[in-house]
């Protein structure tokens, strides 16, 4: 049986506006890490991987680095302290870069890219607008998926201006978070089934 392996990297912002829905937000994240490690045992020709990103202007921090699904301990994944800025575009590009580091040696690998903040760009340091868009822009056609979650902006501008197609707004509530993450998981089970059924994954992912 060939197996594909499936790279799960979230990328969350931890500024200080974030601290409002900090609790939902763990709740919420805890859930979805059991569902992709549920997902495995039902499609057992996918090995996942977790990569888990939080980040401000205090750093960006790799919480979870790579680790297969099947190791994960949930009672340990998230330390999540929301305060400072919001250094989106280094936080993207440097996440980003770092798993593609790692997958040069895997022939059959998807990537999908989870990124959620509640705030624009405000401090990034080592990356512009243009070199988000033009790595988004390279990495898509080699089977890479990314979406873009946001709330409390015009998130549809800031998605597309991105060279992302995959967004959704939610409401920074602890029902809006809810919702959020119930709209998700269906979301990553249909991903996670299109790629088992060898169907192009990288878009419609929230329809």
């Not at 597309?160 to 998981?185: A, C, H, M, P, W």
Request: a negative charge.
């Amino acid at each position: 049986m060939k197996t594909t392996t499936v790279i799960n990297l979230i990328i969350l912002d931890e500024s200080g506006s974030m601290n409002s829905i900090k609790n939902p937000i763990i709740e919420g994240l805890n859930g979805l890490m059991k569902t992709i490690k549920a997902t495995e045992n039902e499609f057992p020709e996918q090995f996942h991987r977790i990569s888990f990103v939080t980040f401000n202007s205090n750093g960006i921090n790799n919480r979870i680095d790579f680790m297969p699904v099947r190791d994960l301990e949930f009672d340990e994944v998230i330390d999540y302290q929301p305060n400072a800025r919001t250094p989106l575009y280094d936080a993207i590009c440097m996440s980003v870069l770092r798993v593609k580091s790692m997958l040069e040696k895997l022939e059959d690998a998807r990537v999908l890219v989870t990124i959620l903040t509640d705030g624009l760009e405000n401090d990034s340091k080592e990356f512009k607008h243009k070199h988000v868009k033009k790595l988004i822009s390279q990495l898509k056609p080699k089977g890479w998926t990314f979406t873009f979650i946001g709330a409390d902006f015009d998130v549809m501008k800031v998605s597309k201006d991105i060279r992302i197609v995959n967004y959704y707004v939610f409401e920074k509530t602890e029902e809006g978070v809810s919702q959020l993450f119930d709209k998700e998981v269906i979301a990553r089970k249909q991903y996670i089934k299109k790629i088992h059924e060898g169907k192009d994954a990288s878009e419609n992912y929230f329809d």
